[in-house]
């Protein structure tokens, strides 16, 4: 594995950054994470702790339940770990939803100690039904 590097920029530090969905919202609910990218591209929510961002990929869990999960969502991370990120958001419908976030947090830290686990994406938007996470 090869953890991710942040670059200098101009006013600051390019994190590499990946966000981690949640299978059934995007599948079942339809989320097309367009608060995710609003928030990203607004730097707000989650995503003003960088100075600037470079998203290298989105990926899901495995869905629930979860035998075998934690297997499948380290194949998929390893992927992004070889390309360079430093952070991976969950977002926040995995923040919202997953009984598993702690324990998948815990393991990828452990497995994957480059990576950092940042627990959200974009701001709460108060009313918003399930499609909208």
Known sequence: MVAGKNQKIKGGIMAKIAILQ?????????????LCFKDMNEHSGEFKRHDSVELTGIITC?????????NKLFRRIEGLANSG?????????????????????????????????????????????????
Do not use: R, W
């Open 62 to 70: 495995s869905g629930c339940p979860t035998i075998i999960g934690p």
């Open 85 to 133: 990120i430093d952070t991976l958001h969950f977002s926040s419908c995995v923040m919202a939803l997953c009984p598993y976030k702690n324990k998948y947090a815990k393991m990828i830290n452990e497995k994957f100690p480059g990576i950092n686990v940042i627990m959200g994406t974009h701001h709460d938007p108060g009313n918003a039904t399930p499609e909208e996470f």
């Open 22 to 34: 949640c299978k059934n919202t995007k599948e079942d609910l339809g989320c097309s994470s367009q």
